[in-house]
T-cell receptor, first 117, second 113 residues
């Protein structure tokens, strides 16, 4: 039973380029979350998606960042025109559809380490 | 807004010492509480969680945590640490019926053999 998959694990970009980070949730999970971890800080929520819907993007920077979770395929976090301050670890988590319980645990992927030169 | 405070950023212990990592949160409503661990080079793994019921929660690898509602705390404990417990530990909270996790800054634990 594969866990949450993220690729690439490491990504190097020059300033001004685009970064695309992919996340495949665990089997049976339809909720995806993206978090960012800056050096020396905890994880910060960015966005919560269900298939074809953005549910909560309150943590997303207003510009250059976007996320999608299409009907088919992985969730994508896209960062346009990257800057040095975007260097961080980006983690994806997934959870199953809410059932009788009001909450489900989020399971995390290995992260993508983005380095902007 | 919710926030989570972890008291110590770095902790160094010898093997067999007891561990307690502090976690306090600020939120007025009902919350769900989590401890995650990140071993060197690996992804975050769930150690334990509290949704409701017995405030003393047992997790994997001999860890436990106690939810004290009056103190807004969810401290992590282990009676006797091992070298393999060297990792970073994150406390996290989300509101009941909420979705986003709010994380503390993390505590890096180093266990000396």
């Amino acid at each position: 039973n594969a866990g949450v998959m993220q690729n690439p694990r490491h990504l190097v970009r020059r300033r001004g380029q685009e970064a695309r980070l992919r996340c495949s949730p665990m089997k049976g999970h339809s909720h995806v979350y993206w978090y960012r971890q800056l050096p020396e800080e905890g994880l910060k929520f960015m966005v919560y998606l269900q298939k074809e819907n953005i549910i909560d993007e309150s943590g997303m920077p207003k510009e250059r960042f976007s996320a999608e979770f299409p009907k088919e395929g992985p969730s994508i976090l896209r960062i346009q025109q990257v800057v040095r301050g975007d260097s961080a670890a980006y983690f994806c988590a997934s959870s199953p559809p809410f059932s009788r319980a009001p909450q489900e645990t989020q399971y995390f992927g290995p992260g993508t380490r983005l380095l902007v030169l | 807004a919710q926030s989570v405070s972890q008291h110590n950023h770095h902790v160094i212990l010898s093997e067999a010492a007891s561990l307690e990592l502090g976690c306090n949160y600020s939120y007025g409503g009902t919350v769900n509480l989590f401890w995650y661990v990140q071993y060197p080079g690996q992804h975050l793994q769930l150690l334990l969680k509290y949704f409701s019921g017995d405030p003393l929660v047992k997790g994997i690898k001999g860890f436990e945590a106690e939810f004290i509602k009056s103190k807004f705390s969810f401290n992590l404990r282990k009676p006797s640490v091992q070298w393999s417990d060297t990792a970073e530990y994150f406390c996290a909270v989300n509101a009941l019926y909420g979705n986003k996790l709010v994380f503390g800054a993390g505590t890096i634990l180093r266990v000396k053999s």
